[in-house]
Nanobody, 115 residues
């Protein structure tokens, strides 16, 4: 069984920064990908960023240049550094792991950008 536990969400003012973490446990195999998605109120869940086992990354256009995804493969942990946050970044952020082709999701962590 694979479990994902996110942390690091909260309330931040526009222009501020937050760092999200997601720790995976269970039978994690090499070659997996880890990423982040978010869901704003009344909207569908959308892709934010992904990092593959070889550390290649991909970002949604809306966060390029502001967010950075990294991973510590030894700890099965992925991070999302979010800078220059704006109110449009508000939402529940979900960690995603694709392990042997099977997707797993965390419970989500709330990020609110407001003055």
């Amino acid at each position: 069984q694979v479990q994902l536990v996110e942390s690091g969400g909260g309330l931040v003012q526009p222009g501020g920064s937050l760092r999200l973490s997601c720790a995976a446990s269970g039978h994690i195999f090499s070659g997996n990908t880890m990423g982040w998605y978010r869901q704003a109120p009344g909207k569908q869940r959308e892709f934010v960023a992904v990092i593959a086992s070889a550390d290649s990354t991909n970002y949604a256009d809306s966060v390029k240049g502001r967010f950075a995804i990294t991973r510590d493969s030894a700890k099965n942990t992925v991070y999302l550094q979010m800078n220059s946050l704006n109110p449009e970044d508000t939402g529940v952020y979900y960690c995603n792991l694709v392990n042997l082709g099977i997707p797993y999701w965390g419970q989500g962590t709330q990020v609110t950008v407001s003055s």
